[in-house]
């Protein structure tokens, strides 16, 4: 669980605080950026897709399980997102990165709902405690890579350096 944990929190931070300074270190309006706070919105709406997360079985990968399916799903669409920041230039293309970071919220809050099921359902009542314990030590072990990490990657390198290490 504690992996799954850090699956979850590392695009947390990357699509808003991360994606912040990035963002203000090339230039962007405050307003602009301030506006990219609506990509978080995914994280309070994804109830509205939850059902189909638990109803829906993947045609073709749907053999690894309902959950772990979709949490593979989830994490493709996480990494490709995030490969894509990797390689746009918010200076030449400001509104690829929006969709591309509401890619990546969309699919890690995508990824929270099988998460959480397959937390429920993995483990008999006595056991759920320790595992969102581990889970919630990923989240907060990945949100540390997620911010410090990246700017400090950021720092020596570039910011195209530190979304594709993210994403890889």
Known sequence: MFFLGFSAGLPFLLVFSTMSVWLTENGVSR??????????????????????????????????????????????????????????????????VALLALVVAFASATQDISIDAYRIEAAEMERQAAMAAAYIVGYRVALLVAGAGALLIAEFSSWSTSYAIMAG
């Open 31 to 96: 307003s602009t950026i301030g506006f990219f706070s609506w990509v978080g919105i995914t994280y309070s709406i994804k109830v509205f897709w939850a059902p189909v997360v638990d109803r829906i079985r993947l045609p073709g990968i749907g053999r690894l399980g309902q959950r772990r399916s979709w949490m593979l799903v989830a994490q493709l669409g996480i990494a490709a997102g995030l490969f894509g920041l990797s390689i746009i230039d918010p200076d030449q293309n400001l509104r690829g």
